[in-house]
């Protein structure tokens, strides 16, 4: 049986919970500061077809611009490596 232990020694299970925790800061972003997927493409410096990959799931950004992304989002780039 596949449960949560073995997926998590998948890089697919990182990947998407990371893309997972993009869509949610962008999201709640957009929610608290009442603006658009052009509006906040604007903030960001892309277009609105890449806030919409964003949102999607269909992001997979460099480190470089995960962390242009989370400062724009005014968020701390922030990653863990567990013992």
């Known amino acids: 049986m596949y449960n949560l232990e073995d997926a998590k020694k998948s890089p697919v299970y990182w990947e998407e919970k990371l ?16 603006i658009n997927q052009t509006q906040l493409g604007k903030k960001l410096g892309v277009g609105r077809s890449r806030v ?16 242009e992304l989370c400062l724009a989002l005014e968020k701390e780039p922030f990653i863990s490596i567990g013992a």
Do not use: T, V
Not at 52 to 67: C, H, W
């Open 19 to 34: 893309r997972n925790d993009i869509f949610l800061a962008a999201h709640s972003y957009m929610e608290e500061k009442k």
């Open 52 to 67: 919409s990959q964003i949102l999607n799931g269909n992001y997979n950004p460099s480190m470089k611009k995960f962390i």
